[in-house]
Nanobody, 122 residues
Framework: QVQLVESGGGLVQSGGSLTLSCAAS????????MGWYRQAPGKQRELVAT???????NYADSVKGQFTIFRDNAKNTVSLQMNSLRPEVTAVYYC????????????????WGQGTQVTVSS
């Protein structure tokens, strides 16, 4: 089974920046799409950004121009650079992998990390 471990969350002042990182562990051959979702208190989990193994990206409209997603296929990592942070983006941020192919041919689908808290103070 693939495991996703996030890091980089924390408390930052409004206008500040954070970079979240997520590392996938296991004997991985390829992960198709990786991404970040977030869930604020009392709200549903929502898409932040995704990136395919070919580096095609997709962003929520609310973060376009502010957040940048990038990945390292060789290291099976995905990161999210977040700039000009506002209190409204306070949430738990989750790393996601849609389809993982292991070196022995096994597959794993829809794997989530445990989440990392991002809190932006005003």
């Amino acid at each position: 089974q693939v495991q996703l471990v996030e890091s980089g969350g924390g408390l930052v002042q409004s206008g500040g920046s954070l970079t979240l990182s997520c590392a996938a562990s296991g004997s991985i051959f390829r992960i198709n799409t990786m991404g970040w979702y977030r869930q604020a208190p009392g709200k549903q989990r929502e898409l932040v950004a995704t990136i395919t193994s070919a580096s095609r990206t997709n962003y929520a409209d609310s973060v376009k121009g502010q957040f940048t997603i990038f990945r390292d296929n060789a290291k099976n990592t995905v990161s999210l650079q977040m700039n000009s942070l506002r209190p409204e983006v306070t949430a738990v941020y989750y790393c996601y992998a849609d389809r993982t192919v292991f070196t022995d041919g096994r597959l794993a689908f829809d794997v989530w990390g445990q989440g990392t808290q991002v809190t932006v103070s005003s």
